[in-house]
């Protein structure tokens, strides 16, 4: 299916919004990272974090107590939400510096929507959640980002002073010890002065170790930074999860409006204009009969348009069949099962007893799951080179074999049905980006299709093949005989 294409989904979002592809890169091992250009960056991270530390804590204990302390009253009530939804510039630029400094891509929250009426402007304001997590997180970093810097600023200099130390002890100033004698160089307690050679080695030896040490105690505050910015920074899961129905709605919606128009035009140029032209020929027909005319060409006339109206039935059982199969009236199995007879290519079904063994799916399920198999059947005969296709159906998780109790005919217990379809053909489909036409079609209307009823479509195709599809569709819903 090398010629297959489809929308190429945005990349999704893993726990806490961060994008797959945005983990840091492998770091250094433990004598080079001293010298790597990530332990700078994360020290810059540091630092940068540190200068705005007050600031956003400053705005954070202003946001919570300015909103406390106006709520007795309405208008100032619009103030205080724009300080709380204010938080989500502050995330933004968090979000920012980890992208840039700590190669942490975050997604970016939904963007604030105002809803109508005065009510529930304030009430979105005041309880936007996105707001308040940044100002959480900004509060909560202040005495991490203070804790970070400090300890992670005392390896660096401390290393960095013991391991020089021998060069530049000469340039402090003399002291007189408990032994009487003119000592120079650091003191540690009444006696002890490292200016001997020995000691300042020893100075060294302290200073590399901490100046090995330093980028792994800043990379683990770095860890906490990244925690934080994931988890209070990022979209929630409840967000991503209405941002995906959302698309795929929208999805959903263009493709039933793109399928509807494409049914009228074909009503429109091909049945209609047939149907036209069957009352043409028989008005034709009639006139010559009234008339007395040649009963042979009115016969002929008569044969024209008969012809043309079985036609015309024809072309209406197809487009009724690209609405709902026939078929698919005694059940998804027997659906395919006809599917697989009709098909230009050899295919294999093997449907799982247990897939419809509580009542028949849900007519949405069957319906996706048909055109899902019908779809991929078709492209691996157009574009995969394949001598054949197996295709299977299979109840997976919960109660789908029926052998639990309570469950009657009509009903159906939690779980999924799974398809997949496999076929030997020259693999390397993928999928691409859309061309613009606005055309649903291919893997990106499966895709669009599945996950409109939040399940998930999966494709495996290296080059050379077998390309293997796998689509899971949850099977929670309660369904009856159709």
């Given at each position: 299916m090398t010629t297959m294409t489809a929308d190429r989904p945005a990349a999704a979002a893993g726990p806490g919004g961060a994008v797959p592809g945005g983990a840091a890169r492998p770091g250094p091992n433990f004598l080079t990272a001293p010298f790597a250009a990530r332990t700078w960056r994360e020290q810059g991270y540091l630092t940068l974090v540190l200068l705005l530390a007050p600031f956003a804590f400053t705005y954070a204990v202003f946001a919570v107590?300015?909103?406390?302390?106006?709520?007795?009253?309405?208008?100032g009530l619009f103030v205080a939400g724009a300080v709380v939804a204010g938080g989500r510039g502050w995330g933004g630029v968090y979000r920012g510096l980890a992208r840039d400094l700590l190669d942490l891509d975050v997604a970016v929250p939904a963007p604030y929507v105002r809803p109508r009426g005065f009510w529930r402007t304030i009430g979105s304001l005041i309880g936007d959640?996105?707001?308040w997590?940044?100002?959480?997180?900004?509060f909560v970093t202040f005495p991490l980002a203070i804790a970070a810097f400090v300890t992670s600023i005392t390896f660096l200099g401390t290393g960095l002073g013991g391991l020089t130390y021998w060069f530049w002890y000469r340039?402090?100033?003399?002291?007189?010890g408990a032994d009487g004698a003119?000592?120079?160089g650091a003191q540690f307690g009444d006696a002890y002065f490292l200016d001997t050679p020995p000691r300042m080695a020893l100075a060294a030896l302290v200073g590399l170790l901490l100046l090995l040490c330093w980028p792994w105690v800043t990379r683990m505050f770095v860890l906490l930074f990244r925690v934080l910015t994931t988890g209070l920074l990022s979209p929630t899961r409840a967000s991503l999860r209405v941002a995906e129905l959302e698309r795929s709605r929208t999805g959903t919606v263009e493709d039933a409006d793109a399928r509807l128009r494409r049914i009228e035009r074909d009503l429109h140029d091909g049945t209609q204009a047939r149907l036209v032209a069957v009352a043409m020929q028989l008005g034709e027909a009639r006139e010559h009969l009234a008339e007395g005319g040649d009963v042979a060409q009115a016969t002929e006339l008569v044969d024209t348009a008969h012809s043309s109206t079985k036609e015309a039935l024809t072309e209406l059982r197809e487009l009724a069949r690209g609405i709902h199969p026939p078929?698919?009236?005694?059940?998804?199995?027997?659906?395919?099962?006809?599917?697989?007879a009709r098909s230009a290519l050899p295919v294999t079904v093997d449907v799982d007893p247990g897939v419809e063994a509580e009542g028949r799916l849900t007519p949405a399920l069957e319906s996706i799951a048909y055109f899902t198999v019908a779809e991929l059947v078709t492209n691996a005969a157009k574009h995969a080179r394949a001598s054949g296709v197996y295709v299977l159906v299979e109840a997976t998780g919960g109660d789908a074999s029926g052998s639990g109790s309570g469950s009657g005919p009509g009903s159906r217990s939690a779980g999924a049905l799974r398809i997949r379809v496999r076929d030997d053909g020259r693999g390397?489909?993928?999928v691409v980006a859309p061309d613009g036409s606005g055309l649903r079609s291919g893997l990106a209307g499966l895709a669009e299709r599945v996950r409109s009823v939040d399940g998930t479509f999966d494709l495996s195709s290296p080059v050379g093949g077998p390309t293997v599809v796998t689509v899971t569709l949850p099977t929670t819903s309660p369904s009856g005989p159709a």
């Open positions: 107590s300015f909103t406390a302390g106006i709520a007795v009253t309405v208008v959640a996105t707001g997590r940044a100002l959480l997180f900004m340039y402090l100033p003399e002291q007189v003119m000592h120079r078929a698919l009236d005694n059940g998804l199995g027997v659906a395919l099962e006809t599917l697989a390397g489909a993928q």
